[in-house]
């Protein structure tokens, strides 16, 4: 009964243990996401795992076809979803114009440009959603710990970051 109960304590330590998935999101808060119905995903920035890609691209669609959006073609979509990951640290630029836009993919705006560099650390998968008709980002979800080089590991890892992500989606406006 002792070796049980301390074989159970050893197993319920090392659990407690093991690094948990860091999930956050961002929105903008006074954005109306009940003026989404439609959805395109695509991917950003590739890490270099074409099924991992896919099973990233199929947990995002899951979620939110079980929110009630419809996925569409990207050029009647309500909103794009863009999906990037890395499995080593690598740098991102994005740039962002005055006019709304996201001018890594062709696409632009007239105005001021503004470009920054994030620096994507080993193992995170980040969502961005934009708003179609203005371009303009209006979620981000970014999940660490959600895809390393064991493909074993990944899908489990990477549909529950799709459904912590998700879970309080779509974010409700705030008064104010």
């Known amino acids: 009964m002792t070796l049980r109960l301390g074989m159970f304590s050893a197993v319920l ?3 407690l243990m093991l690094p948990a998935q860091d999930v956050k999101t961002d929105y903008d808060h006074q954005f109306d996401f009940s003026q989404l119905k439609t959805f395109a995903v695509k991917i950003g920035t590739t890490w ?6 896919q099973r990233a691209k199929d947990a995002v669609i899951q979620q ?4 009630g959006w419809t996925q569409a073609d990207e050029s009647t979509a309500d909103a794009i979803v863009v999906i990037h990951g890395a499995t080593k640290t690598e740098q991102s630029v ?3 114009y005055s006019g ?3 001018g890594g993919w062709g696409y632009g705006g007239s105005g001021i440009a503004t470009t920054t560099t994030n620096e ?9 959603i934009f708003d179609a008709k203005t371009k303009k980002l209006v979620f981000r979800g970014t999940a660490q710990d959600e895809l390393s080089e064991n493909p074993e590991k990944n899908e489990k890892k990477i549909e529950k970051a799709a459904e912590k992500m998700f ?4 974010p409700k ?4």
């Not at 270099?48 to 890609?53: I, T, V």
């Not at 939110?64 to 929110?67: E, G, Q, V």
């Open 120 to 128: 994507i650390h080993v193992g995170t998968g980040m969502v961005d």
């Open 173 to 176: 406006p705030k008064a104010g």
């Open 48 to 53: 270099g795992n074409p099924l991992q890609q």
């Open 13 to 15: 330590l090392t659990a």
């Open 94 to 96: 994005d740039t962002f």
């Open 167 to 170: 879970k309080n989606f779509p």
């Open 64 to 67: 939110l076809t079980a929110k």
């Open 100 to 102: 709304g836009g996201w």
